[in-house]
């Protein structure tokens, strides 16, 4: 075998093109329904698609906007480098979705709210709902910022694509047609995005496999390299990626994200019925597993080709981050418009996740700030302010969900439980996530899989160290380490996916002490559809231990009456 060099293709003008025409079709959308409903201006139209949605687009706007570009181009980059354990993450999603659709949406559903922090008011107080908010703007606005930024740098550095340029023209694109045509518009740009997202991987999995010489020999460069010793049942928290930390700790991490997230449940509530948005839900869930498939199996073919000379090592690229776009380079290179097709696939991505953030930020905005100081605002004027606030734009995941899990679960809690368990739960995980950040964990943990540089014609021996972070792969300098205390190599080496765990069992505990020493709320005050009875969910649960799990709630009423759904603008019956 020859010794690979280190030029691959570049940008060509065709690339550009297919790049345009993903923001040429997604403005396109925005402004077709900005033309298409122009007489239809209520701020329920405009935030929550008039509530009018069927599953199906719903299902790949949800799919399309939890595959951000990060997932795209940092997923195969994991895949290479640690292999193909990644794909538990598989349960993790299914477990994810199974207690999002069963647990969390029939209460917001229900609920007749539009944002998901009036539940906090409904169930807790107003200074809850406030507190709730602003965390979440502040998350959004910095996690929006990585997605943003983080794949545009990588592209940029290997493909020589505008760095700023991508950056402003996703920002502009994204506001452009939330502004236009509000969320149906958002919705059906990320079915789009998400057709253009799996075309971009079916690309990269055939070219690739035809320079392995197949898929089969592939597979095997793959076994041989240690890359598809999947189950790892080792319980150690401190390891990076076992079964146990990717199932559980990721089941939390993406429970935090998604399941009480405002962009999530802002789609499924915008679908004409709980059935509707409980089946979006669902098929959403297959959309994630077949990209997951496709990024796993992008990461084996790409180790199969560089197996014998690695780009990251070899000094043919910076960052692990790197290496997709490399590689997509490598093998598209001599094929005019289909790198671009993988940018706007890794693009796709980014627009459908800063969408999804910009549309749930104007909802917030205008519900939990606005239409609370002037509750006399006409639609049109609401309307308004709502596209306004669009120019305005997890470790906080898990005491959210810990916060949200304590009204909708914990039936005897009260709103003093809130503030405790928020600053318990936060203090927790942000102490462990900046402490592991500051102090990286040790490749004994981490366990990165060798790496080979036997064929490549220029060899840099000065690779960086690196340190994985839920987000992306970060490259930091070398330090020299004389001794590590007992909190580094335990607390601070925690695997990244407790970190939302930590936050949640912190809030959630503290919460329950709080309510044992300050007296539960009384069963009578509470509206039974802001609590959701887990027992229900078992058929094998007799009548009577049903209710005595009720904890005092009237959910009898629920279910002889017909449904009300309530929020704060009054009682509405279906």
């Not at 640690?82 to 477990?95: Q, R, V």
């Not at 930024?149 to 020589?160: E, F, H, I, K």
């Not at 970060?474 to 936050?503: A, E, F, H, N, Q």
């Not at 309510?515 to 887990?534: A, D, F, H, N, S």
Request: charged share 10%; with cysteine.
């Amino acid at each position: 075998m020859e010794p690979r060099n280190q030029a691959v293709g570049t940008f060509q003008v065709w690339d550009y093109i297919v790049f345009a025409c993903l923001f040429v079709v997604s403005s396109g959308i925005g402004v077709f329904f900005a033309i298409k409903e122009r007489k239809n201006d209520s701020s329920s139209e405009f935030l929550v698609g008039g509530r009018q949605m069927t599953c199906g687009p719903v299902a790949l706007s949800l799919t399309a906007s939890f595959m951000s570009a990060v997932t795209v181009i940092g997923a195969p980059a994991d895949v290479y480098r640690f292999g193909a354990s990644y794909i538990i993450f598989g349960f993790a999603y299914t477990l994810m979705v199974i207690l999002t659709a069963e647990l969390f949406l029939p209460v917001f559903y229900r609920s007749g709210i539009t944002s998901t922090y009036e539940y906090l008011e409904l169930r807790f107080c107003k200074p809850v709902r406030i507190a709730a908010t602003l965390i979440y703007m502040v998350q959004t606005i910095v996690y929006t910022g990585v997605v943003v930024y983080a794949p545009a740098l990588a592209l940029n550095q290997v493909t020589q694509f505008n760095l700023w340029g991508a950056i402003f023209a996703t920002g502009i694109v994204c506001t452009f047609y939330c502004t236009l045509g509000g969320l149906k518009a958002v919705v059906w740009s990320d079915a789009f995005q998400m057709v253009v997202m799996v075309a971009g991987f079916l690309i990269v999995l055939i070219q690739g496999s035809y320079k392995n010489g197949g898929i089969s020999t592939a597979w095997s460069t793959a076994e041989a390299g240690g890359r598809l010793n999947v189950f790892d049942f080792d319980p150690n928290p401190l390891r990076r990626h076992t079964f146990w930390t990717v199932t559980v700790g990721g089941m939390f991490t993406w429970l935090g994200i998604y399941g009480v997230n405002q962009s999530t449940i802002q789609r499924c509530i915008s679908c004409k019925t709980e059935n509707h948005a409980r089946w979006a839900l669902y098929l959403n869930l297959l959309g994630l597993l077949v990209i997951l498939f496709c990024a796993v199996v992008s990461g084996l073919i790409m180790y199969a080709l560089y197996a014998n000379c690695d780009p990251w090592t070899a000094g043919y690229v910076s960052a692990p981050d790197q290496l997709m776009p490399y590689f997509v380079l490598d093998i598209l290179g001599n094929f005019p418009g289909l790198p671009g097709l993988f940018v706007a696939c890794a693009f796709s991505g980014t627009l459908s996740t800063v969408a999804a953030s910009i549309n749930a930020l104007a909802t917030v905005t205008y519900e939990d700030f606005v239409s609370q100081c002037w509750r006399d605002l006409s639609n049109r004027t609401a309307t308004w302010i709502s596209k306004a606030a669009l120019s305005i734009h997890g470790m906080c995941g898990g005491p959210m969900l810990g916060l949200f899990s304590l009204g909708i679960l914990f039936p005897f809690t009260n709103s003093k439980v809130t503030a405790g368990g928020l600053i318990v739960g936060s203090a927790l995980s942000f102490w462990v996530g900046v402490g592991a950040f500051i102090h990286p964990a040790p490749d004994t943990n981490t366990r990165p899989l060798p790496l080979s540089t036997e064929n490549c014609s220029i060899v840099n021996h000065t690779a960086p160290l690196i340190t994985q972070t839920p987000l992306i792969m970060m490259t930091l300098p070398k330090r020299c380490v004389v001794s590590r205390s007992v909190l580094i190599d335990s607390w601070y080496s925690m695997s990244y996916l407790y970190y939302s765990t930590v936050g949640f069992l912190g809030t959630v505990i503290m919460g329950l002490l709080i309510t044992l020493l300050t007296g539960p709320t009384k069963p009578q005050e509470l509206k039974p559809w802001l609590i959701r009875p887990v027992c229900d969910l078992f058929c094998f649960c007799s009548e009577k231990y049903r209710r005595m799990f009720w904890c005092g709630v009237r959910h009898e009423e629920e279910k002889v009456v017909r449904h009300p759904v309530y929020s704060l603008r009054g009682t509405q019956w279906h």
